[in-house]
């Protein structure tokens, strides 16, 4: 079975909260590039932090939608790719040995509800499938909202 059709069976009795760490802890688990993967939804003008798993908590808990890659891919409704995140000033930094992210916006139709972003610990670690995955990962999260 492929992976988003194994997740969406994993979820399929859960509540969106639930859903939610089910999906950060899939991805993580069962790509092994993904060190650390959360979900923020918008609330207002501040992306919060719902679920994540990895090493380590951050300590970017609330992220105003002008900051950060995070806040850029919320404001564009588009994925990010940033293939070395200590090139770019953008980034806001949560872990030392990060050094590629992607952030994906989760959305109900023209509008954000929030997203999914990922750090690697490898350089480059996100391509084209990666992008394409992530947005039918985020597309399932958002017509699971509720
Ligand atoms: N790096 C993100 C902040 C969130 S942490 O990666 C968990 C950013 O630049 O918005």
């Known amino acids: 079975m492929d992976l988003l059709s194994s997740l969406n069976r994993e979820i399929s009795e859960l509540d969106f909260s639930q859903t939610l760490q089910k999906t ?14 959360g979900v923020y939804m918008l609330e ?8 994540w798993d990895g090493p380590e908590a951050t300590r ?3 992220i105003p939608i002008g900051k950060g890659i995070c806040g850029l891919a919320a404001r ?6 940033v293939g070395d995140v200590n090139a770019d000033p953008r980034y806001l930094a949560c ?14 139709g023209a509008k954000v509800l929030g997203e999914i972003d990922i750090d690697s610990d490898t350089l480059n670690a996100f391509t084209e499938k990666d992008r394409e995955f992530l947005e039918q990962v985020a597309a399932l999260l958002g017509e699971r909202y509720v």
């Open 24 to 37: 950060v802890s899939f991805l993580r688990k069962r790509v092994a590039r993904y060190n650390w993967v």
């Open 44 to 51: 207002g003008s501040e992306l919060v932090l719902k679920a």
């Open 60 to 62: 970017h808990t609330r």
């Open 76 to 81: 564009e409704k588009k994925t990010v790719i």
């Open 95 to 108: 872990f030392p040995y990060t050094r590629s992210e992607i952030v994906v916006p989760i959305l109900k």
